[in-house]
Each structure stands twice: as structure tokens, then as C-alpha cells.
């Protein structure tokens, strides 16, 4: 081995010197190239290992926490879901369409892995700044790539979120979210326990595609980055539906020991990991694994990443039993190994073993840093006093309305099948997605929420505020927040600064998920996300999952009733540091974001559940970006009735009232306003009528009304415009 | 009332489709694997929307020549009515129960949204839940909807009386600006020569239960089951 050899794997001279160690003798390439792969950033988490483990992560709902496929949460009657989001950046941004696809097509192999039917999809998208050359083609391909895997497969795409900004001009984020639906007493897991057992392949055969992905998925990237399309996978949506269907019908027979999904490092991580869960050794014979190609290597068969692959340990004895189902969704099925009790994989292909090496030290004994950080200095909080006013707050309205961040996604999610499977109770547009739990009167809710500029400017405070919008989004939907799964997308580890964002978003993660009893029961971490140098935003996506137990009693946004009041709850203090009007009015961006006070956040949210449940209210919207009168907007497009605001006499400046984006508040819409501040006042949180709906217009006192059908045109017109134009 | 739902590789709005049929029968349809040779006896048989084998070649083009799909032709030549929705339009377009084909959308992009369609008769066991001329609210999602044939067949179908439901505005008015699809003549559904065979790319078992918003799509299963019972 050459130390060149060594370096193009990804290992660094410390990390080889362990493979020797290790093994005793030089790697064979195969082994080599199993090294490297187990022990990228992408598989073995060794930079953010030792800060991952200090997130909550149980629960009394939580039936699995992170380590498996997927995360599982008991929703009751003997039902669960299980969950997990999941980064497809690097793929994506050289081949969106492919990319996304197989990160779709990825996630719901995790999920449906354990035993759940997957049935609902969410996205969070971030792209670089619309005037970029390459936006609108990844921004085209990605939305095709998804759709085009998600609707074959007929899983709907619900939710998720699209954002736009200059610190992903060089690297997109495609992060996936599925959550599937079990019976608590058909888990599968992943530890192949017994010796003797069958070792079975069963999908899509194996190509050339996708080696070494998810070495790729662990180094910047740079000006050659085209040059490694050739590592992106391809999809197949339609062998991964049938999967899907083969796969649920094996499991509802009682012969599975264990099953996994192969995913990134494929067959490689896919035996490595149920061997060393199940304390046991695996005997692979390549020559029974079915190929695309001829004269596949070792190597190349243990680094695919051919897409819609599965690893399942059967009962002895049960393998015509399997075979058959299989045979009939028309899926290959082989044989191609048996369980050992020798702690080894051993790896034969034409008669030579290419690989024997020790299970436990390639899965435990992966380099774990403690990579040092640094954390940058919390900017200072800027009064709302010091934040210049607009000429027009109506004006200002309608430029936040039609601008990127702010405009409707629906060029987007009108390309997604988001109502396949019957149950979509929500669809796209509001807080949260809300699917029926099939057959029952139960609700799931779901939810993507990351604010990166917070993250930017205050990493704690960002992971903070991550984790309570998505704990809101979800109450705001009437549902009770169960878990979270999360994806923390950042730059190269290496740089203190980076590492120091990490570190801070996880410790603000940690506190909110605490403070709220929402643990991180699944993730993903994808670390240098950096072209030439230039890192992402740090970007620590939170998907959410809450159980509505009465559909009966949900909310959504749409203003829906003439005459009613609408109410402000959760305190006002007109914070515009970091804000969307900050940021697109005056465009810079300064100060410190918004402060999340959690024990404030509970209440209020604990309250405003009270509330849709009891029926007092009859629309129920958060306050996010943008801030109030962009929710109010928000709220009045979806149900078509507008909304009167009243006079403001409070302390603030009436644009910082306005636009500021204050955490942990709700608007409410609701004919028993005085009952509502009633329980507000006794439960002491601040409360406030800021308007009455009707009409067919936004006013705000002392300016012009804007007709809902403007600002509707505005909201609904920026996206396809853009993406029509040139 | 018998219905019997074909479930071939890739179908994904079998299930949907049968839980909209058992809320109007009070019972659950046969699922009919396309492997087959025949449908069992049935009053009703459903070509369900979704993705057979992929959409690779063509839309259907690859469940048409499913074991199954000989004596569900052979029925509905013998007048057993056939039901196909989205997907099962293209089935029904390449086994040539129905003329034309379901190009690429104009837009060429996949489309998923509710669509307002116009009622154009009544007086067939799909339809007769609904008046003439009725405007009503049906999802779409689809990526190859845009229905296309000659000028010549076209004008024989408006002559036949064979358009089902058309894509129209809210009030009803049928201009190209609300032609979700690009389909020749905003044709959303059509039927065969009896009536009996109706193909449609809008899903009605997507708003056939107020918790999903709509119940526009109920009226067709509604009278299916009291004219085929």
C-alpha cells in the first residue's frame, strides 16, 4: 500500500496505522477500501460522536432512540412510528435529479427496514441565491428528482421546507424525512443474533454506481467536483415500491432474524453492522451476489451503492418460504452468506478470500475525535429603537410576501403526489403536515424547521429555536410533539469555528429538547459541506412528529369566519435582530437572533393545544419568519378571508410589533376571545387582540388595506416566475 | 355489487380505491393480482392508478400484456363495466378499450392539485350521482395526462356522446388557461361506445371523505353501487 493509496481511501497516517494494527499485516485493496468506507465521517460519526451522545434521547414514548435505522415512538393501540431524516447533499448538488432521488428512495428503506409502511415523505431543500447561474437547474432537478421517486413509489411528500441563500451558492442541501407506521410488535431490527443463519440479498442487483459515495459524502468539494458524478447512484423507484411490498409481506411471516437496508457503503456497512449488533461473524461468497456487470471486482462489489438493496438474516429452514415472495414481486433473491461464530467478515470471491477481518474492531474501534472548537462570540442584542422603520408597513408586507423566503412553495409541492395513500389531512402550506393514521381516528403530524441565519449569528441559540419551532409547528396543528429526528449539515469539522457551531447548535438542541421533553430518538450527521473553503451555513435540520389523538380536534391556519378576534399569545418584544425584515428590507444581517425562553414556549404551546382541542378557536398559525403581519397574511391567503389589524399601544416601535420575530407566540383566531385571555392571564402568559377577520383585504390602521388577491398574487407568483424566466 | 381491483407491480392507488369502494358497498372489493388469468365474477373491476412496472417504456404500456388483462378486456367487451383511473386510463388507452393516448403533460411536469371538472351526461352508472353540467371538485396527480387524438376521432367522440368530464374553471367555463394538462379539447374523462368503460385521469377516490376535505369524488361510487348492486 502506498501512502498515496492510503490517502485517495481517506485515511489519515494515524487512522492506517490502526488498520495495521488492527489487522496484524497490510490490507488487502478490499480490505482497504471496507476501512475507508466504515470509518468516513459519513458512516462511522467520529467527529460528532462524543456531542451527539450528550441529546436526550428516551422517553416514555420512545420504543427505539438513535443507532438503529430509524427511531420509534409508540402513538398507542399498539401502533408506532418510526422515523428518520437524512442528508443527500453531495449527490444532489452534482446530479439533483439522481441525488435527491436516491436520498428519498434511502430514507424510506431505513424506515420500512423496521417494519413500518412508509407514509409520509418531507423535504427540507436549501439552494444558493436566486441570481446564482446554478440555482434554477438544481432547484429543477431536485423538485423533479423527488417527486419523480416519491410519487412512483406512492408514499405522499407532505411537508418540508424551501430556503434560498448565498451559503449554499457551492453546496445545496437535500435533506429527507419519512415516517412510517408500525405494529409495536413487529419490529424488525438489525442484529443478526445465531450462528448458522442464512445471509440473504434480496432487490435490485449490484453495479458499479455509487462507489465509494460515502467517501464522497466526507470530503469538500472542489473545482473537479463534476468529475465525481460517476459516485452518485441511480434510482429505481419502481423496484424500490416492489421492495416495499415484498419486504412487508416477509415480515408479516414470523422467520426474519434481522434485516437491513443497504445504504451508504453498502453491502460493506449493511454486514458489518448486523454482525457486530449481533455479536456474531459473516462468511460472504460474492459469486452468489447478483450483478448488473460482468467481472465485478471484491472491491467494487463490497463499496457499491447500488440503490434498492436489502440484507436480511433468516430463520434456518425459511428460505424457500422467502424466496418465494420475492419470486413473485419479480426481485432477486440469493443466498449469499451464512452467520459465524468466528467475529470475522470473510469475504470470498472466485475461490480467494479478499477480506477477513475482525467485525467488532471495523464497527467500535472507528477514530472518535474530540476535535477542538471554538465558539464565536454571541452578538450583540440590537433594541428595536436602533432598527430603521419603513416608509409603509403594507408595503414592506407585500415585499416579504413575494420574496424568496417568504413566497409560496406550491410551484414546489404541486410536482409532489401529496395526497397518494388516502390520509393526508393537511396537505401542504401550513405548520405542519397532518396524515391519518390509516383505518383509525388518529393523526400524525410532521414537520422540517431550521432558521440557519440564527444558527449563524448564535449557534446555541439556533439549535435552540430549531428544535421549538418544531415543537410549535406541531402544536399548532393540535398535536401532542413526540420526537425528533435530526440532520445536522455543517462545514469541515477541522476548522474550529465549524466544529464550534456544531458543538453550539447540539448544546442549544440539547436544552430545548430537554426543556420540552421532545428527545432525538434518530439523525444524520453531513459534515464538510464546503466548496473551496467555503462552508454552508450551519444548518441543523429538525424533523418533528406529533400524534394528534382525535382528528376531530386539529387546527390549521386558514382564516375561515368573518367577525372573529384574532389574538396574539406569547410575549411581544419586537426583536429584529436576525429577522427576514433585517435581512430583505434592510438587507444586512446583525445582531443576535431572537431568544427562545423554553419554559415560556411550553406553556403557551401547552396552552393553545387547550385550546384547539376544546374547539375555542377556529384557525391557529405560529409566528416565524417574518413575523406577525406575515403570519396574519399567511392565515387570510389559506382560507380566503382577511383580517383588520387594530391599533398597537404598546411599548415597541409599531415595525418592530410588526415584523419582529419574537419566539414561542401564536396567533389564534376564535369567537370567545375573552375566555381565551381569561385562561391566558391565569396561566400567565401575555396575551393581546391584535385584529378582527373579515373582508377581502390586509389592513393595517392608518394605511391603505391591501387587497388579499394582490398580495395572493405576489405570494403565489415570485417562484414560477423565477423559474420560467430566462 | 361485486368489484374486483387489479393490483399490478407499481399500482399505488389500489388501496385508496378500495377503501373508497367499501365505504359505498359496506364491503371490501376483491384485489386481483395481475398475474391471473381471470377476474373473479364481478359486477364492477377497477384499474387502479399508480405506476405499473414503473412507467419504464410508457405509461401502461407494460401491464397492458398482464396475464389478467385479456379477460379483463374480454369483459368489458361483454359489458362488465370497467373503471380506470389514471394509470388504468393509460391501461385502458393500450389495450385499445379507448382511443387516444395520455401524452406528457404540457407542462411537463408531474402535477398534483385539485382540478375542476364539468359533468358532461349523466346517464351512465359512473354518473349518475351527479347533474349534468355539474361542476365538481377532483384531485389530479399525474405525469402523463394530457389526452391527445386526431381531429377526426375527437369529433366521432363529441358526436358519440363519449366525454365524460372535462376540465373546466369554477363556474364551469372551459378555457385553455385552466387546462391543467394540455389535454386536446380539456377531455379529463371518456368513455367507450356503451358507456360502460370509463377511463379518467382525475382520482376520485381522493375527495370521497370529508376528512380529506371533499366528498365530490363519492357520488360516482355511490351510484356504481346503486346501479351495479
Given at each position: ?153 406512492g ?86 415500491k416492489l421492495?416495499?411490498e415484498?419486504?412487508?409481506e ?78 413473485k414481486w ?397 | 355489487?361485486?368489484?374486483s381491483v387489479i393490483v399490478f407491480p407499481g399500482s399505488n392507488c389500489d388501496r385508496d380505491v378500495a ?10 372489493p376483491a384485489m386481483v393480482w395481475h398475474g391471473e388469468?381471470?377476474v ?5 373491476i377497477v384499474l387502479p392508478g399508480g405506476f405499473s412496472y ?9 401491464a397492458?400484456?398482464s396475464p389478467i388483462m385479456?379477460?379483463v ?14 394509470n388504468g386510463?393509460?391501461l ?138
Open positions: 500500500m502506498t501512502p498515496e493509496l492510503v490517502s485517495e481511501h481517506g485515511l489519515s497516517a494515524e487512522e492506517y496505522e490502526q488498520v495495521l494494527s488492527i489487522l496484524g499485516r497490510e490490507p488487502s485493496i478490499t480490505e482497504l477500501g471496507i476501512f475507508s468506507v466504515m470509518w468516513s465521517e459519513h458512516c462511522s460519526y467520529k467527529s460528532s460522536k462524543v456531542w451527539l451522545k450528550t441529546l436526550p434521547t428516551t422517553g416514555p414514548q420512545v420504543i427505539c432512540g438513535p443507532g438503529e435505522n430509524a427511531g420509534i415512538v409508540d402513538i398507542g393501540d399498539g401502533q408506532c412510528a418510526i422515523f428518520k431524516m437524512e442528508s443527500h447533499n453531495h449527490p444532489s448538488f452534482i446530479e439533483p435529479y439522481q441525488g435527491a432521488a436516491t436520498g428519498v428512495g434511502g430514507i424510506m428503506r431505513d424506515v420500512f427496514t423496521m417494519g413500518a409502511r412508509p407514509v409520509a415523505n418531507l423535504n427540507a431543500l436549501r439552494f444558493g441565491a436566486p441570481d446564482h447561474p446554478k440555482t434554477r437547474h438544481l432547484v429543477s432537478g431536485v423538485v423533479a428528482g423527488i417527486g419523480g421517486y416519491g410519487n412512483c413509489v408514499v405522499p411528500t407532505v411537508g418540508g421546507e424551501v430556503n434560498f441563500d448565498p451559503g449554499y451558492n457551492g453546496n445545496i442541501l437535500v435533506n429527507a424525512m419519512c415516517v412510517g407506521l408500525a405494529d409495536t410488535d413487529r419490529i424488525f431490527y438489525s442484529a443478526a443474533r445465531g450462528v448458522g443463519l442464512p445471509v440473504v440479498y434480496v432487490g435490485s442487483k449490484t453495479g458499479r454506481d455509487g462507489i465509494h459515495g460515502a467517501t464522497m459524502a466526507s470530503a469538500e468539494f472542489d473545482d473537479d467536483s463534476d468529475e465525481k458524478r460517476p459516485t452518485v447512484q441511480v434510482g429505481d423507484p419502481f423496484t424500490e421492495l416495499i415484498a419486504c412487508l416477509l415480515m408479516a411471516r414470523d422467520i426474519i432474524i434481522a434485516i437491513q437496508d443497504m445504504g451508504a457503503a453498502g453491502l460493506t456497512s449493511s454486514s458489518v453492522e448486523m454482525a457486530d449488533k449481533g455479536g456474531v461473524g459473516f462468511d460472504l461468497d460474492l459469486n452468489k451476489v447478483p450483478c448488473r456487470e460482468e467481472g465485478m471486482s471484491a472491491y467494487e462489489m463490497m463499496l457499491s451503492e447500488s440503490q434498492e438493496r436489502m440484507l436480511i438474516v433468516l430463520k434456518p429452514g425459511s428460505e424457500d418460504k422467502a424466496r418465494a415472495i420475492f419470486q419479480e426481485l432477486d433473491f440469493a443466498v449469499v452468506g451464512v452467520t459465524t461464530d468466528t467475529g470475522r467478515l470473510i469475504v470470498t470471491h472466485n475461490g480467494h478470500i479478499e477480506a477477513d477481518m475482525p467485525v467488532k474492531a471495523l464497527a467500535d474501534s472507528a477514530p472518535e475525535y474530540k476535535r477542538p472548537w471554538t465558539l464565536p462570540e454571541p452578538p450583540a442584542v440590537i433594541l428595536p429603537r436602533d432598527v430603521a422603520a419603513p416608509d409603509s408597513l403594507t408595503g414592506t408586507l407585500e415585499t416579504l410576501m413575494g420574496s424568496p423566503h417568504l413566497c409560496s412553495r406550491r410551484w414546489v409541492w404541486e410536482q409532489y403526489d401529496h395526497m397518494v395513500m388516502g390520509d393526508t389531512l393537511r396537505r401542504p402550506g401550513g405548520d405542519a403536515a397532518v396524515v391519518r393514521v390509516h383505518g383509525t381516528t388518529k393523526g400524525l403530524a410532521a414537520t422540517c424547521d431550521v432558521t440557519p441565519r440564527y444558527c449563524a449569528a448564535d449557534p446555541v441559540e439556533g439549535g435552540r429555536q430549531a428544535v421549538a419551532e418544531a415543537w410549535r409547528n406541531l402544536t399548532a396543528t393540535g398535536a401532542d410533539p413526540l420526537a425528533i429526528t435530526d440532520c445536522m449539515n455543517f462545514g469541515n469539522p477541522e476548522r474550529p469555528e465549524i466544529m464550534g457551531q456544531f458543538v453550539g447548535c447540539i448544546e442549544g438542541m440539547r436544552e430545548a429538547a430537554e426543556a420540552l421533553q421532545f428527545p432525538v430518538v434518530s439523525g444524520n450527521v453531513s459534515l464538510y459541506n464546503e466548496t473551496k473553503g467555503a462552508a454552508i451555513p450551519p444548518t441543523p435540520a429538525i424533523g418533528g412528529v406529533g400524534l394528534i389523538p382525535d382528528i376531530a380536534h386539529m387546527a390549521d391556519i386558514s382564516l375561515k369566519i368573518e367577525g372573529e378576534t384574532l389574538l396574539l399569545l406569547g410575549a411581544e418584544r419586537g426583536h429584529l435582530g436576525q429577522s427576514l425584515y433585517m435581512d430583505v428590507i434592510l438587507e444586512k444581517r446583525e445582531g443576535a437572533p431572537p431568544p427562545v425562553d423554553l419554559a415560556a414556549e411550553r406553556k403557551t404551546g401547552d396552552l393553545v393545544r387547550e385550546l384547539i382541542r376544546d374547539g375555542s378557536v377556529s384557525a391557529v398559525h405560529d409566528v416565524s419568519d417574518g413575523g406577525l403581519l406575515v403570519a396574519v397574511s399567511e392565515m387570510a391567503l389559506a382560507g380566503g378571508v382577511g383580517a383588520a389589524m387594530g391599533e398597537y399601544d404598546g411599548p415597541q416601535p409599531v415595525h418592530a410589533m410588526a415584523f419582529g420575530e419574537d419566539q414561542g407566540r401564536y396567533i389564534v383566531a376564535s369567537s370567545r376571545s375573552g375566555e381565551i385571555i381569561a385562561r391566558a392571564k391565569a396561566s400567565g402568559i401575555p396575551v393581546r387582540i391584535i385584529g378582527e377577520t373579515g373582508g377581502d383585504t390586509i389592513s393595517v390602521p392608518g394605511e391603505e388595506p391591501v387587497p388579499l388577491e394582490k398580495l395572493r398574487s405576489l405570494h403565489e407568483g415570485w417562484l414560477p416566475h423565477y423559474m420560467t424566466s430566462r | 355489487m361485486k368489484a377503501v373508497s369502494l367499501e365505504a359505498a358497498m359496506g364491503k371490501k388469468a381471470d373473479p365474477a364481478s359486477d364492477l414503473g412507467d419504464y417504456l410508457r405509461s401502461g404500456a407494460m397492458a400484456h385479456r379477460d378486456v374480454a369483459k368489458a367487451r361483454k359489458g362488465t363495466p370497467v373503471l380506470g383511473i389514471c386510463f393509460h385502458l388507452t393500450e389495450t385499445g378499450l379507448l382511443p387516444g393516448v395520455l401524452m406528457r403533460n404540457a407542462s411537463l411536469k408531474f402535477i398534483c392539485k385539485d382540478v375542476w371538472l364539468k359533468v358532461v351526461r349523466n346517464d351512465t352508472d359512473f354518473a349518475r350521482g351527479y347533474a349534468p353540467g355539474e361542476v365538481i371538485r377532483i384531485p389530479i396527480a399525474h405525469h402523463d395526462g394530457n389526452y391527445f387524438a386526431d381531429e377526426d376521432t375527437l369529433d366521432r367522440l363529441e358526436g358519440e356522446n363519449r366525454v365524460a368530464f372535462r376540465y373546466c374553471d369554477a363556474s364551469g367555463a372551459l378555457n385553455g388557461d385552466i387546462n391543467p394538462n394540455g389535454s386536446q379539447r380539456n377531455i379529463a374523462g371518456l368513455y367507450n361506445e356503451t358507456g360502460t368503460v370509463l377511463g379518467l385521469m382525475p382520482h376520485p377516490e381522493r375527495l370521497a371523505d370529508p376528512a380529506l376535505g371533499g366528498t365530490d369524488g363519492r357520488p360516482m361510487f355511490d351510484s356504481l353501487v346503486r346501479a351495479l348492486h
